[in-house]
């Protein structure tokens, strides 16, 4: 480990007498909270400052009294050691055993699955769940989480990617908005602002080309969530290529109506992708199986009112 490193990483009792005097505001306080003198305290202090090279603490009339670097790292501190202390208490106790921590997309998460899980949850109440909000590819060891609802390829770097479900996208625009610029056809579409999906580029292209036309050049706003594609395109900003599961209620509703009556199904599919070391984890396991079952239950649904 380098020298700077070193620096980096101070020694968790100096960390603890940090954040006890920070809370407590008094070297004798912090002293007895953690069962020690004082003068041991006030020497965890000076080693920590001299490892920073920042000073953390005043003196004042009434005490002693946070600096404005020493307030910043407190705050950090204080979380970090919650972080460590909650860990130490799972791995103590065995609780990770039964905590499934998932990551979610925006608008699947809140739209399909969430209003699903409390079914999962009744049959499977010894498992925790805990919900994070991803979109994209990340490192399921940094972030800590077990699974996630992928959207996409089946094409997640050492994890397996189960095949959940397809889509089927359409443009949609709000009322107002074709009012004002009819659309008679596909071609009609490529004049109009579009509006994108920064985690899906080619949507646009996919429909164009299904459509048998040239793909137009790049127009109009880009966004992260579908739920602000949804609100720009009520507000009439431009046509947005939608997956109507996703927006059943703002259709329902007439908020959104078809722009262009030809629907697509999506060069994206949404996956479960989990980490190749997580695919024995008995929460894991036990979440695939119901999140397969209800696929397949909402699939048979829709073939259903298709007919």
Same mark, same amino acid.
């Given at each position: ?68 670097? /020493?307030? =910043?790292? +407190?705050?950090?501190?204080?979380? !970090?050691? *919650? ?7 799972? $791995? ?73 479900? /397809?889509? =089927?996208? +359409?443009?949609?625009?709000?009322? !107002?908005? *074709? ?7 596909? $071609? ?120």
């Amino acid at each position: 480990m380098s020298i700077l490193s070193r620096k980096l990483l101070p020694s968790t009792s100096a960390l603890a007498a940090f954040d006890s005097v920070a809370r407590l505001g008094s070297f004798s306080a912090a002293a007895d909270e953690l069962s020690l003198t004082q003068g041991a305290i006030s020497r965890q202090i000076q080693t920590l400052e001299q490892q920073l090279g920042v000073r953390l603490f005043e003196r004042t009339s009434r005490g002693v009294g946070l600096t404005q670097a /020493g307030g =910043t790292y +407190a705050r950090a501190i204080g979380a !970090a050691l *919650l972080e460590i202390r909650a860990a130490s208490l799972n $791995a103590m106790t065995g609780i990770h055993s039964n905590t499934l921590n998932l990551a979610i997309l925006p608008t699947f998460g809140t739209r399909w699955l969430l209003p699903r899980v409390p079914g999962f949850v009744s049959a499977h109440p010894q498992i925790t769940f805990n919900f994070a909000t991803r979109i994209g590819v990340f490192d399921f060891d940094r972030e800590g989480l077990d699974a996630a609802i992928h959207v996409g390829q089946p094409d997640w770097p050492g994890a397996e990617c189960v095949y959940l479900m /397809g889509e =089927t996208v +359409a443009p949609v625009a709000s009322p !107002a908005f *074709l009012a004002e610029h009819p659309i008679t056809g596909a $071609a009609d579409v490529g004049r109009l602002p579009l509006l994108h999906m920064a985690s899906r580029p080619g949507a646009w292209r996919h429909w164009f080309d299904h459509a048998g036309l040239s793909s137009p050049p790049a127009q109009g706003m880009r966004f992260e969530q579908f739920s602000n594609v949804a609100q720009a395109c009520m507000a009439g900003l431009g046509v947005a290529l939608m997956p109507l599961f996703l927006i059943d209620t703002e259709l329902r509703a007439g908020q959104l109506v078809i722009a262009c009556d030809l629907p697509v199904r999506s060069a994206s599919a949404y996956y479960l992708a989990v980490p190749q070391k997580k695919a024995g984890y008995e929460p894991v396991l036990r979440f695939r199986d119901w999140l397969l079952d209800e696929v397949s239950r909402y699939t048979a649904q829709q073939e259903v009112a298709a007919w």
